[in-house]
Each structure stands twice: as C-alpha cells, then as structure tokens.
C-alpha cells in the first residue's frame, strides 16, 4: 500500500510558454501557486535583469502545516523549466545557506515581522535595512507601515490581492527613487 502523500507534494505541472513547468502544490484541495508579480521578481532575479538583487523570505504562516507547506512550495514551483524558487533564493548565497527563509511564528519568529523576520534576514546576510525593498499582501494589518517605522530604511510595497507585476515594478520605482543618489 502507498503511503498518503505529505500536502503540498502533489504537483500540478503545465505547458506554459517556458516549456513544461511545475507551477503549483496542492493544499487542502487547493492549488497553491505563484501569483503573477512574485513570478516576474523571480524570474528577473533568476535571469540578472537586477544585477546582485537577491530574495529573502519573511512569512508568519500561522501553522506548521502553512509553514510546511511553504517550504515544500519553494522546492517544487518553478520559475523556469528545472529552476525552482529554491533554487533562486539560493543565488548569491553561500551553498545551503538558509538564514534569509524565515517562515512562521514559532521562536525565534513571531507574528511581527519588524520585530522578528527582518532582524533575523539582516543579522544572517548583513544586507542593510535600506538595501531591502519588502512587499507584502497582509489585508487584516498593516506590515508594511509596522516593517517601514522599526526596521528604518526598508522600502515597502502593499500587495492586497497577492502581487500582480505592476506592484513589483512600483516597488522598484519607489526604492529607486528613495535610493536614487546612493
């Protein structure tokens, strides 16, 4: 007999324009997938349109299976035939380095990301606050104002509806203009 598998391990795998990619994770009867604006940030990061732009991961998944099954997300959606989220998280980090993936709430993470994540990504990758541009689809508090007053220099862009690929271009807008003379 075959062992029930673990949520978010069965794949949902698609013809897309790139070629045949697994673009989403079932979880409890749903379909988790990339919304289009965190598709395109990874893509973009993964291709070198940003030279030295790297991505970090600051969720407070309410549960161990959210958390699970975030993890299981980043190892099996892909941004490009072959190429995982994982795999584009990893770039420009030393090899197994894993200290800019905070998900949950358990200690040493809370719920509030401006006192727990983002100390957390700055302490283990030593990127400056000012070098960070978070965006965030949190409807029920407001993140990115709380991130942008404790953790100062952070550029923060809202995404209510999941990130559509006008928010990452008005993210990038606002932290060059913020950073413009640096």
């Known amino acids: 007999r075959t062992p029930p598998r673990k949520d978010c391990e069965k794949n949902v795998v698609e013809h897309t324009a790139f070629g045949i990619m697994t673009v989403g994770a079932y979880s409890d ?7 289009p604006g965190a598709l395109r ?5 993964y291709s070198g349109k940003y030279e030295g732009m790297r991505i970090a991961v600051a969720s407070s998944a309410d549960n161990r299976t959210a958390v699970d099954c975030a993890h299981g997300c980043l190892r099996v959606l892909e941004v490009f035939p072959g190429v995982t989220m994982l795999d584009v998280l990893a770039k420009g980090f030393p090899d197994g380095f894993l200290g800019h993936i905070q998900i949950g709430r358990s200690k040493p993470l809370s719920a509030d990301k401006a006192a727990t994540h983002f100390p957390l990504i700055h302490r283990a990758t030593g990127i400056p606050y000012r070098g960070m ?3 965030d689809d949190c409807n029920w508090e407001d993140n990115c104002a709380n991130v942008a007053r404790r953790c100062h220099g952070v550029v923060t862009q809202e995404t209510p509806n999941g990130m559509t690929i006008a928010e990452w271009e008005q993210g990038l807008r606002k932290f060059e203009v913020q950073y413009a003379s640096d």
């Not at 940030?41 to 990061?45: G, L, R, T």
């Open 29 to 35: 009867g749903k379909v988790v997938r990339m919304f």
């Open 41 to 45: 940030a990874f893509q973009d990061v």
């Open 133 to 135: 541009l978070f965006f």
